[in-house]
Protein backbone atom coordinates (compact mmCIF):
# COMPACT_ATOMS: atom_id res chain seq x y z
CA UNK A 1 0.00 0.00 0.00
CA UNK A 2 1.07 3.39 -0.75
CA UNK A 3 1.57 5.99 1.89
CA UNK A 4 -1.61 7.73 3.56
CA UNK A 5 -2.30 11.17 2.17
CA UNK A 6 -4.28 13.20 5.17
CA UNK A 7 -4.16 16.29 3.21
CA UNK A 8 -8.20 17.61 3.32
CA UNK A 9 -9.02 14.39 4.88
CA UNK A 10 -11.01 14.28 7.90
CA UNK A 11 -9.12 12.24 11.11
CA UNK A 12 -10.18 11.38 14.19
CA UNK A 13 -7.55 12.13 16.89
CA UNK A 14 -9.13 10.74 21.09
CA UNK A 15 -7.29 11.64 24.28
CA UNK A 16 -6.52 14.97 22.00
CA UNK A 17 -7.60 17.15 25.19
CA UNK A 18 -3.60 17.19 26.10
CA UNK A 19 -0.04 15.85 25.90
CA UNK A 20 -0.02 13.03 22.87
CA UNK A 21 -3.06 13.60 21.31
CA UNK A 22 -2.69 17.42 21.58
CA UNK A 23 0.78 17.50 19.78
CA UNK A 24 -0.76 14.84 17.16
CA UNK A 25 -3.79 16.83 16.17
CA UNK A 26 -0.79 19.73 15.64
CA UNK A 27 0.94 17.76 13.62
CA UNK A 28 -2.07 16.55 11.34
CA UNK A 29 -3.22 20.32 10.54
CA UNK A 30 0.10 22.17 10.63
CA UNK A 31 2.33 19.61 8.62
CA UNK A 32 -0.47 17.46 6.68
CA UNK A 33 -3.21 19.81 6.54
CA UNK A 34 -5.60 17.27 7.55
CA UNK A 35 -9.20 18.09 8.46
CA UNK A 36 -9.64 16.87 12.37
CA UNK A 37 -12.15 15.35 14.63
CA UNK A 38 -10.34 15.96 18.04
CA UNK A 39 -12.21 14.20 20.88
CA UNK A 40 -11.47 13.90 24.89
CA UNK A 41 -13.81 14.58 28.07
CA UNK A 42 -12.56 18.38 28.36
CA UNK A 43 -14.22 20.42 25.71
CA UNK A 44 -13.11 23.61 26.50
CA UNK A 45 -9.78 22.05 25.99
CA UNK A 46 -10.69 20.94 22.53
CA UNK A 47 -12.05 24.45 22.02
CA UNK A 48 -9.19 25.73 22.68
CA UNK A 49 -7.42 24.10 20.36
CA UNK A 50 -9.87 24.47 17.79
CA UNK A 51 -8.91 28.02 17.84
CA UNK A 52 -5.35 27.64 17.61
CA UNK A 53 -5.44 25.44 14.71
CA UNK A 54 -7.98 27.25 12.60
CA UNK A 55 -6.15 30.66 13.02
CA UNK A 56 -2.86 29.31 11.67
CA UNK A 57 -3.80 26.51 9.36
CA UNK A 58 -6.50 25.91 6.45
CA UNK A 59 -7.51 22.78 8.27
CA UNK A 60 -10.96 22.61 9.68
CA UNK A 61 -11.28 21.23 13.32
CA UNK A 62 -14.60 19.76 14.95
CA UNK A 63 -13.84 18.91 18.72
CA UNK A 64 -16.20 16.01 20.18
CA UNK A 65 -16.87 15.80 23.80
CA UNK A 66 -17.12 12.20 24.88
CA UNK A 67 -15.73 10.23 27.75
CA UNK A 68 -14.67 6.89 26.34
CA UNK A 69 -15.26 4.92 29.51
CA UNK A 70 -18.70 5.18 28.44
CA UNK A 71 -19.76 2.78 25.34
CA UNK A 72 -23.16 4.59 25.08
CA UNK A 73 -20.74 8.13 24.79
CA UNK A 74 -18.20 6.00 22.24
CA UNK A 75 -21.05 4.54 20.04
CA UNK A 76 -22.24 8.48 20.01
CA UNK A 77 -18.76 9.50 18.89
CA UNK A 78 -18.93 7.42 15.94
CA UNK A 79 -22.27 8.51 14.58
CA UNK A 80 -21.11 12.30 14.95
CA UNK A 81 -17.70 11.88 13.06
CA UNK A 82 -19.59 10.31 10.46
CA UNK A 83 -21.76 13.27 10.59
CA UNK A 84 -19.17 15.84 10.06
CA UNK A 85 -17.79 14.28 7.07
CA UNK A 86 -16.01 10.75 5.43
CA UNK A 87 -13.46 9.60 7.91
CA UNK A 88 -10.16 8.70 6.33
CA UNK A 89 -8.28 7.75 9.27
CA UNK A 90 -8.34 7.49 13.23
CA UNK A 91 -5.78 7.68 15.62
CA UNK A 92 -7.09 5.85 19.19
CA UNK A 93 -4.93 7.27 21.59
CA UNK A 94 -7.46 8.10 24.89
CA UNK A 95 -5.75 6.09 28.06
CA UNK A 96 -5.50 6.27 31.57
CA UNK A 97 -2.76 4.95 34.08
CA UNK A 98 -2.00 4.04 37.34
CA UNK A 99 1.35 4.42 38.77
CA UNK A 100 1.69 3.09 42.59
CA UNK A 101 1.07 -0.20 44.34
CA UNK A 102 -1.56 -2.74 42.53
CA UNK A 103 -3.56 -2.87 45.59
CA UNK A 104 -3.94 0.60 45.96
CA UNK A 105 -6.34 0.58 42.53
CA UNK A 106 -9.75 0.85 43.51
CA UNK A 107 -12.03 -1.62 41.53
CA UNK A 108 -14.11 1.15 40.16
CA UNK A 109 -10.76 2.58 38.87
CA UNK A 110 -9.71 -0.35 37.00
CA UNK A 111 -12.94 -1.13 35.41
CA UNK A 112 -12.65 2.53 33.95
CA UNK A 113 -9.08 2.07 32.79
CA UNK A 114 -10.02 -1.18 30.94
CA UNK A 115 -13.38 0.65 29.33
CA UNK A 116 -11.53 3.34 28.38
CA UNK A 117 -7.74 1.76 26.96
CA UNK A 118 -9.08 -1.65 25.82
CA UNK A 119 -13.29 -1.56 25.18
CA UNK A 120 -13.17 1.81 23.34
CA UNK A 121 -10.74 1.12 21.03
CA UNK A 122 -11.67 -2.93 19.63
CA UNK A 123 -15.46 -0.71 19.59
CA UNK A 124 -13.88 1.51 17.45
CA UNK A 125 -12.06 -0.65 15.52
CA UNK A 126 -14.45 -2.64 15.01
CA UNK A 127 -16.97 -0.36 13.56
CA UNK A 128 -14.37 1.78 11.59
CA UNK A 129 -12.77 -1.31 9.95
CA UNK A 130 -15.37 -2.13 7.45
CA UNK A 131 -16.51 1.37 6.97
CA UNK A 132 -12.71 2.34 6.12
CA UNK A 133 -13.22 -0.57 3.85
CA UNK A 134 -16.12 -0.12 2.43
CA UNK A 135 -14.89 3.97 1.35
CA UNK A 136 -11.93 1.98 -0.27
CA UNK A 137 -9.85 5.60 -0.14
CA UNK A 138 -6.56 3.18 1.44
CA UNK A 139 -7.98 4.60 5.11
CA UNK A 140 -6.06 3.16 8.03
CA UNK A 141 -5.86 3.46 11.90
CA UNK A 142 -2.97 3.97 14.38
CA UNK A 143 -3.37 2.16 17.55
CA UNK A 144 -1.69 4.09 20.29
CA UNK A 145 -0.50 1.03 22.48
CA UNK A 146 3.29 1.54 24.83
CA UNK A 147 6.63 0.14 25.39
CA UNK A 148 4.84 -1.06 28.55
CA UNK A 149 2.77 -3.39 26.49
CA UNK A 150 5.86 -5.35 25.28
CA UNK A 151 7.10 -6.19 28.98
CA UNK A 152 5.58 -6.52 32.13
CA UNK A 153 5.76 -2.97 34.43
CA UNK A 154 5.60 -3.42 38.30
CA UNK A 155 3.88 -0.62 39.28
CA UNK A 156 2.19 0.15 36.28
CA UNK A 157 0.92 -3.59 36.40
CA UNK A 158 -2.74 -3.10 34.87
CA UNK A 159 -1.66 -0.34 32.40
CA UNK A 160 0.67 -2.50 31.18
CA UNK A 161 -1.65 -5.54 30.79
CA UNK A 162 -4.06 -3.42 29.18
CA UNK A 163 -1.64 -1.64 26.53
CA UNK A 164 -0.60 -5.47 25.90
CA UNK A 165 -3.60 -6.64 24.46
CA UNK A 166 -2.96 -3.29 22.76
CA UNK A 167 -0.13 -4.70 21.25
CA UNK A 168 -1.17 -7.84 20.18
CA UNK A 169 -5.03 -6.45 18.91
CA UNK A 170 -3.36 -3.87 16.39
CA UNK A 171 -0.30 -5.82 15.09
CA UNK A 172 -3.26 -9.10 14.51
CA UNK A 173 -5.09 -6.46 12.78
CA UNK A 174 -2.65 -5.45 10.61
CA UNK A 175 -2.29 -8.80 9.08
CA UNK A 176 -5.93 -9.46 8.75
CA UNK A 177 -6.70 -5.97 7.09
CA UNK A 178 -3.86 -5.29 4.72
CA UNK A 179 -5.11 -7.29 2.08
CA UNK A 180 -8.70 -5.41 2.28
CA UNK A 181 -7.27 -2.10 1.82
CA UNK A 182 -7.07 -0.58 5.55
CA UNK A 183 -3.59 -0.22 7.40
CA UNK A 184 -3.34 -0.88 11.25
CA UNK A 185 -0.62 0.37 12.56
CA UNK A 186 0.28 0.19 16.53
CA UNK A 187 2.54 2.88 18.08
CA UNK A 188 4.78 1.86 21.29
CA UNK A 189 6.12 5.04 22.91
CA UNK A 190 7.81 5.26 26.40
CA UNK A 191 7.33 7.62 28.69
CA UNK A 192 6.37 11.03 27.93
CA UNK A 193 6.04 14.26 29.47
CA UNK A 194 2.12 14.87 29.52
CA UNK A 195 -0.59 15.26 32.36
CA UNK A 196 -0.64 11.63 33.07
CA UNK A 197 2.84 11.52 33.62
CA UNK A 198 3.05 14.90 36.51
CA UNK A 199 3.42 14.73 39.69
CA UNK A 200 5.54 13.40 42.56
CA UNK A 201 5.52 9.87 41.48
CA UNK A 202 7.02 10.27 38.33
CA UNK A 203 9.93 13.17 39.44
CA UNK A 204 12.62 10.87 39.57
CA UNK A 205 11.58 9.34 36.07
CA UNK A 206 11.46 12.77 34.74
CA UNK A 207 15.10 11.93 32.47
CA UNK A 208 12.82 9.11 30.78
CA UNK A 209 9.90 11.20 29.51
CA UNK A 210 10.24 12.42 25.66
CA UNK A 211 8.95 15.35 25.05
CA UNK A 212 5.17 15.13 23.46
CA UNK A 213 5.60 17.16 20.11
CA UNK A 214 8.81 15.26 19.16
CA UNK A 215 6.99 11.87 19.95
CA UNK A 216 3.83 13.22 18.07
CA UNK A 217 5.62 13.75 14.79
CA UNK A 218 7.03 9.96 14.83
CA UNK A 219 3.76 8.55 15.78
CA UNK A 220 2.34 10.19 12.81
CA UNK A 221 4.90 9.29 10.62
CA UNK A 222 4.62 6.00 11.44
CA UNK A 223 0.99 6.29 10.61
CA UNK A 224 1.43 7.80 7.52
CA UNK A 225 4.33 4.84 6.27
CA UNK A 226 1.74 2.23 7.43
CA UNK A 227 4.48 1.01 9.87
CA UNK A 228 3.74 -2.72 11.43
CA UNK A 229 4.84 -1.39 15.09
CA UNK A 230 7.07 1.75 15.62
CA UNK A 231 8.80 2.48 18.62
CA UNK A 232 9.63 6.45 19.15
CA UNK A 233 13.18 7.46 19.46
CA UNK A 234 16.65 5.67 18.48
CA UNK A 235 17.11 5.32 22.57
CA UNK A 236 13.56 3.27 22.59
CA UNK A 237 13.89 0.99 19.55
CA UNK A 238 17.24 0.17 21.22
CA UNK A 239 15.41 -0.35 24.33
CA UNK A 240 12.92 -3.04 22.18
CA UNK A 241 15.70 -4.94 20.31
CA UNK A 242 17.20 -5.65 23.89
CA UNK A 243 13.80 -6.96 25.12
CA UNK A 244 14.23 -9.15 23.18
CA UNK A 245 17.69 -10.66 23.89
CA UNK A 246 17.13 -10.05 28.00
CA UNK A 247 15.48 -13.09 30.00
CA UNK A 248 12.10 -11.48 30.83
CA UNK A 249 12.01 -12.26 33.95
CA UNK A 250 15.40 -10.10 34.82
CA UNK A 251 14.12 -7.14 32.88
CA UNK A 252 11.30 -6.88 34.71
CA UNK A 253 12.85 -6.74 37.83
CA UNK A 254 15.06 -4.17 36.61
CA UNK A 255 12.07 -2.32 35.79
CA UNK A 256 10.26 -2.86 39.06
CA UNK A 257 13.42 -1.62 41.31
CA UNK A 258 13.75 1.45 39.39
CA UNK A 259 9.50 2.23 39.63
CA UNK A 260 9.81 1.44 43.21
CA UNK A 261 13.00 4.24 44.10
CA UNK A 262 10.41 6.46 42.03
CA UNK A 263 7.76 5.79 44.88
CA UNK A 264 9.52 5.75 47.89
CA UNK A 265 11.41 9.01 46.60
CA UNK A 266 7.97 10.72 46.24
CA UNK A 267 6.35 8.95 49.38
CA UNK A 268 9.17 10.33 51.09
CA UNK A 269 8.49 13.84 50.19
CA UNK A 270 5.29 13.65 51.31
Not at 142 to 169: H, R
Not at 180 to 196: A, L
Amino acid sequence: MKRMEFKGRWVLVTGASSGLGWEMTKVLAKDHGANVIPVARRLSRLEELKRELESSTSSKIHPIAADLSRLSDVDRLFQEALAVGPIYGAILNAGISHFGDYSELAWEAFETMLATNVTSVVRLTTKLVPYLEQRGEGGGLLIVSSMAGLTPVPYQTAYSATKAFLVNFGCGLYHETRPRGVSVTTFVPGGIKTEMTSGDRFDALGGWLMPPDRCAKEAVECFERRRYLHAPGIFMRAGTSLMGLLPRQFLTSRVAATYKKALDVSRQKG
